[in-house]
């Protein structure tokens, strides 16, 4: 057909097309008055509500065989060392599965599948029917008009205390904490319970939000450490962590809130799942012995120190340049490679260790030679060797752009620590699992706890939190 006759075609269609025209713009105009409205319906951002299932009430999930539990990805709540439980739930949540399964018929049981997400995701996960059950292990707090609907209490009335190191000032009353400031994990439940107390007051408490790769258990090591003046958090937690970590100072009359408590939460749509779980916790005792691993676990691992006192300062000062020269070369941040000699040599130069490693980076023979390094027992040249084999190990193994930063110089760290063929299978075992295999702290290293035990877990974890531990005084660091 020619130009000419398609004008014509279309010239003489024009009086049937010109109201179905119209039609089109109406409807158009009216999608795009609609809009805003839709999207605020929307139950999150498109990779939440595009992979929305519908809610799952008890008889669904006995059909499938799994139960989907969120849970809280701190340690303290979920973590699992090498077959042995830590976290507070998991006793718990094993012994539901097994009142699930008491009567299964025809063999068909329900089994357990833990999905760790940050605290705050949590509510957000499950009214988007990615789980069937929430188990934090902490203060959650519901907000009105959520279609969600929470267990009877685990614990009833948990208050929130202020928890501080032995030593420190002794406050009376909490307005005498006008002022000063409070360490505070994401998702901690001090929140709100800040904003009430702080309200109409001139000088309030002020909540030191810490970064995300810290958990509430990170928090009160680095409390107990002298890194951190104090936080707030629930009186069991504290009392659990006090029992391996005995520096720290639980002062229970400094209050913040005393009404909350403890639940388990499911959707509002699966009343019988809410049902059964309130009949096993009437029943359900806990053992006298649940938390023996995790005393045996923590009481023999690695503590972290302060590495702000006045002797490390000094001893920071005489290699600062050292550090910062070697990092600027290998486009690396100077206090990542200071926290990382604070953990390996407490910042000695004539540090020996096992295997031959020396120094104030710990670099064997074998691994500064790999990287051109000859000349490693010396400050420089062991800072030099340390520093390149940490940015050979990003630049061959990590340097993927779906890692942020943080994660990459964790996966490095584990590397250095591990090798980093073992952390790449540990990456593909998580993927296998449905974790994140881009993301070391409360993902990857959950297999590497299992697999290797909580050796590479406090290694990665005490340098990281080295390191905001100096980021936090990086203005008077730096000359």
Request: aromatic share 6%; hydrophobic share 45%; with cysteine.
């Amino acid at each position: 057909m020619t130009k000419k006759s398609l004008f014509n075609r279309n010239r003489a269609s024009n009086g049937r097309t010109l109201p179905a025209l119209w039609l089109c713009a109406c409807l158009a105009l009216l999608g795009l008055l609609l809009a805003p409205l839709a999207q605020a319906r929307l139950p999150g951002p498109p990779e939440g509500w595009e992979g929305h299932t519908r809610v799952r009430d008890l008889a669904a999930v006995r059909a499938s065989g799994q139960l989907r539990v969120l849970v809280n990805q701190s340690r303290n709540s979920s973590g699992e060392v090498r077959g042995e439980p830590i976290g507070v739930e998991y006793r718990r949540l094993r012994a539901f599965e097994q009142y699930l399964n008491r009567g299964a018929r025809d063999g068909r049981e329900v089994r357990l599948k833990l999905i760790p997400l940050p605290k705050e995701q949590l509510l957000p996960a499950l009214l988007r029917g990615e789980g069937d059950l929430v188990a934090p292990g902490e203060l959650l707090a519901v907000r009105r008009g959520q279609a969600v609907s929470a267990s009877a209490p685990l614990l009833a009335r948990v208050p929130l205390v202020v928890v501080s190191r032995q030593g420190n000032r002794r406050y009376a009353t909490l307005e005498q904490l006008a002022g000063r400031s409070l360490a505070l994990p994401a998702g901690s439940a001090a929140r709100e319970a800040l904003q009430g107390f702080n309200a109409g007051r001139k000088t309030p408490i002020v909540a030191d939000w810490l970064d995300p790769s810290l958990a509430v258990e990170d928090v009160l090591e680095m409390v107990q450490a002298g890194i951190l003046p104090m936080t707030a958090v629930e009186l069991p937690i504290a009392e659990r962590w006090a029992r391996v970590w005995p520096k720290l100072r639980i002062d229970r009359h400094l209050q913040l809130a005393t009404e909350g408590g403890m639940h388990w939460f499911v959707h509002r749509e699966a009343p019988n799942l809410r049902a059964g779980i309130d009949r096993f916790l009437r029943e359900y005792r806990a053992p006298a012995n649940q938390d023996a691993a995790f005393q045996r676990v923590y009481r023999r691992l690695y503590k972290v120190h302060n590495p702000l006192g006045r002797v490390e300062l000094q001893r920071l000062a005489r290699v600062r340049a050292t550090l910062m020269s070697h990092a600027r070369a290998a486009d690396l941040d100077w206090l990542l490679l200071a926290a990382l000699a604070f953990k390996e040599s407490t910042l000695n130069p004539a540090a020996r260790g096992a295997g031959g490693a020396t120094g104030l980076l710990q670099i064997t023979p074998a691994a500064a030679r790999s990287v051109g390094v000859h000349n490693h027992a010396s400050l420089d040249g062991n800072v030099q060797a340390g520093t390149r084999y940490l940015a050979m190990l990003r630049r061959r193994f990590f340097a993927s752009s779906q890692l942020n930063e943080r994660e990459r110089m964790a996966f490095v760290l584990a590397a250095y620590n591990l090798g980093p063929q073992r952390v790449q299978s540990l990456r593909a075992e998580a993927r296998r699992r449905g974790l994140n295999p881009n993301q070391w702290f409360f993902q990857v290293e959950r297999v590497a706890a299992e697999r290797h035990g909580m050796g590479v877990v406090s290694y990665v974890n005490s340098i990281n939190k080295y390191q905001l531990a100096f980021a936090r005084e990086r203005y008077r660091l730096e000359p």
